[in-house]
């Protein structure tokens, strides 16, 4: 690992002055990807501004129909928080198939979706639900904040603060992982909400997207028989050594149905 | 260029200076002679590493020595009685040949200690699915998983 410098931030003004002043300065959160990337020489920043410790990114609330999650909020605490449990039970599953026990125990949401892995689950949670991501300068909707492979809609010194997920009458998650990593070869999150159904797909290409056929389908009817056969471009997808893009896109129509037999099973 | 630390490590306090790049299993190995905490590999996967941070089990060679600032650490060490006897899980371990070379043992058993806080009756298929970050080269699980089920319920006594 290269040399760095390392700050503490005492709150989020803190933070951005930090970054403003560094010249190559990156937030750390749980830094689960982050020191790995380092460790590689992968990734190599000037500074480092930890928000741990800023206090106004903990905690979980729902409030006005919406769960709230504060960026600093690990993993393993949305999968075991009862109100998560109660409002979205699929982002509590999801929450809890994330990398293993110790990865869960100090990986954030606002890392997580602020790094948009193209095989994170998250991200998929955030697109399906219609999320919207807040940071220090403003609200951003789902639909606008994923903008490609590793890439958002965050602008230099711009911090995740939260993620504000609306509560749909039913949703699921369910995923294919690969078996070392964990991460998804293909993950699929549908939300049925009075609007419509919306689906998020991860794992499968250059960054978690939607399909329009899979989501007027459900919306029409809500069941595994009405996706059955349905599958996406393969060219929307990637092959690697883990996968082809034809497994990827058969693994994607599968773990939709998947994904809809666990909403059905929640409510 | 080294920055001061101070945390508190098997329930005492330590102020050392490091790199800010030190990572947190080095500095327990290198700079405190914790050399139970094992280096099994250099990307994050094999649990070796595990300690509990403020009581939760993490990987401490993903972890930076400085994130863990005013932090308690637990360690292997940390776990065992004063009088020199063994933990329960160690002693289940023990007990049912939950190792062969121990390489992987104090990883297995600091994750095995935190599930067992949090669920304080796992069955198998849990303990299995706790057990997706920790690898062992040697004994195939089977008594691993034995043992943690034991261990589970001795630390209930
Ligand atoms: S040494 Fe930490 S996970 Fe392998
Ligand atoms: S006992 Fe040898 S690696 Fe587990």
Redesign the interface.
Known sequence: ??????H?AADLDAAASLLANADDGRV?AG??TL??A???RLSAPSD?V?I?GIASLAGIRVERGAVVIGAMTTH?AVA?SADVIRAIPALADLAGTI?????R??GTIGGSVANNDPAADYPAAVLALGATVITTQRSITADDFFTGMYETALEPGEIITAVSFPIPRRAGYAKFPNP?S?YALAGVFVADFETGVRIGITGGGGGVFRDAAFEEALTRNFSPAAIEGLSVYVESLSGDLHASAEYRAHLVGVMAKRAVTAALADR | ?A?PLSLNINGEVRAVDV???T?LVDFLRDALGLTGTHIGC????C?AC?VL?DG????SC???A??A?GAEVTTIEGVTPADGSLHPMQAAFRDHHGLQCGFCTPGMVM?AI??VR?NPTPNREEIRE?L??NLCRCTGYHNIVTAIEAGARTMQR
């Open positions: 690992m290269y040399e760095f410098a390392f503490r750390i830094g689960q020191v790995a380092m460790k590689l480092l930890d741990s393993a075991a990398g293993d026990r110790m990865v125990n100090r070392a964990r | 260029m920055v790199e800010p790049r990572l250099d990307t994050a996967q649990g595990t941070l939760h089990a993490v990987k993903n972890v930076l400085v994130q600032a994750s935190d599930l949090n706790a997706d970050g």
